[in-house]
């Protein structure tokens, strides 16, 4: 059925008069109000960087002009908020690409645990940087799925897990059977030693742009989107996420993929 939903603002008005104001959130509205909220966010990440590299070019042209040092520190910055730039990009188009399909079930034979051994293998630099290393176990399952995209999320759930670990920690990576009511799936937990995530932030992190900080977010080169991504691919294989978390100890992403 239809719900009514309402939001109400309650404000104490002069002489003891209170104001209170319903406003219509129901369905269509929602959806609205979260276009608007979207087109505002991607603005606002995109204008952050772009501000950047329109002073830095104003500077460049006038008083760093003789000054390679200066120049040189500056094109640095500069390519820095260019890359941030273009990583917005690439994920909000990963991210429309991935919702447009998001009721087609993808159907080739995809073999997970192939597909971790090469997110592992072309995530060794990173890992190594921080001293860090990641360990596989479990055995092979074939998924009806599509491999690139597969990729997508793991490497995804793998980075956060280094990004947000602890240098020097180890992630593991675990290949389960498990038997859900709808059936034979394969489960893949990806568990690292890092900061946690308090528990109030577990409902929303897979909002777009939802982050628990984002100034470590923004500062580790993250879009606020990878888990988003995660969602729409994993849901588009008619499976699903579920986050544990313990504060001060580390987090676990378990992603559940039907088999049939
Ligand atoms: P980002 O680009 O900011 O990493 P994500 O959508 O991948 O965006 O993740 C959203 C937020 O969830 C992150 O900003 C971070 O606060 C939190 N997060 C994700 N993975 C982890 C993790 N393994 N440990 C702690 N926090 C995490």
Redesign the pocket.
């Known amino acids: 059925g239809q719900e009514q939903l309402f939001q109400v603002t309650v404000s104490a008005q002069e002489g003891g008069l209170v104001l209170c104001v319903f406003r219509d959130i129901s369905e269509a509205e929602q959806a609205g109000a979260m276009r608007r909220d979207f087109v505002a966010n991607v603005s606002h990440e995109l204008r952050t960087p772009l501000t950047a590299l329109i002073g830095f070019i104003e500077t460049l042209r006038h008083a760093a002009r003789d000054d390679p040092a200066a120049r040189d520190r500056f094109l640095g910055i500069m390519e820095h908020e260019a890359g941030r730039m273009n990583r917005l990009v690439r994920d909000l188009l990963q991210l429309s690409r991935v919702e447009a399909e998001e009721r087609v079930r993808p159907r080739d034979r995809v073999e997970v645990r192939g597909v971790l051994e090469g997110v592992i293998s072309s995530l060794r630099g990173v890992a190594e940087r921080e001293g860090s290393s990641v360990v596989l176990t479990g055995a092979g399952a074939v998924v009806p799925g599509d491999a690139d995209q597969l990729t997508q999320v793991f490497t ?1 759930l793998i980075e ?2 280094l ?3 602890n240098a020097g920690q180890v992630v593991r990576v675990t290949l389960t059977p498990e038997e859900t009511v709808r059936g034979a799936a394969v489960r893949v937990d990806v568990a ?1 030693q ?4 308090d528990p109030v932030h577990l409902p929303r ?1 897979t909002e777009r742009f ?4 984002s100034h470590r ?1 923004r500062e580790l080169g ?7 991504i995660v969602k729409h691919i994993v849901s588009r294989h008619r499976g699903w996420l579920r986050v544990d978390s313990v504060p001060g100890e580390g ?1 676990r ?1 378990s992603v559940v993929l039907p088999l049939g």
Not at 194 to 197: F, L, P, T, V, Y
Not at 210 to 213: G, I, L, Q, S
Not at 222 to 228: K, M, R, S, V, Y
């Open positions: 995804n956060n897990a990004k947000y670990g690292d890092g900061e946690g995530i992190l939802y982050r628990v900080d977010s993250g879009t606020g989107l990878g888990l988003a987090s992403f």
